[in-house]
């Protein structure tokens, strides 16, 4: 298959696993996908009407992908998950974050 070897396997088969197989499980048949990344299309013009994405919390600023996802469905907007909307993403393939 490879000659990236073991880690390149281990690395491919969470990324297939997490960036596939489960987040197409979020967006359906569940619909609790909020936002996380690249593939997701968020409803601009509500986002912007609400004060934007960053919110200036100190709890918040963990993921702020995900609470702003969280924050655009609580008042009823929409995000979308499209698969065939791909963006180069670098991944850190360092011996200890692969494990």
């Known amino acids: 298959f ?4 073991l880690l390149g396997r281990l690395a491919a088969n ?5 960036g ?3 987040q197409r499980t979020l967006d359906w048949p569940l619909k609790a996908r909020l936002h996380y990344g690249h593939p997701d299309l968020m409803d601009k013009l ?3 009407q609400q004060g934007g994405v960053s919110k200036a919390t100190r709890g918040l600023n963990l993921s702020e992908d995900v609470f702003a996802g969280l924050d655009l ?3 009823g907007g929409w995000t979308v ?3 065939y ?3 180069g ?3 850190d393939m360092g011996f200890m974050s692969t494990l």
């Open 2 to 5: 490879s000659s990236v070897g």
């Open 14 to 18: 969470s990324e297939f696993t997490f």
């Open 20 to 22: 596939t197989i489960i």
């Open 46 to 48: 509500q986002v912007v």
């Open 73 to 75: 469905s609580l008042r």
């Open 81 to 83: 998950y499209r698969e």
């Open 85 to 87: 909307f791909h963006v």
């Open 89 to 91: 993403k670098g991944r």
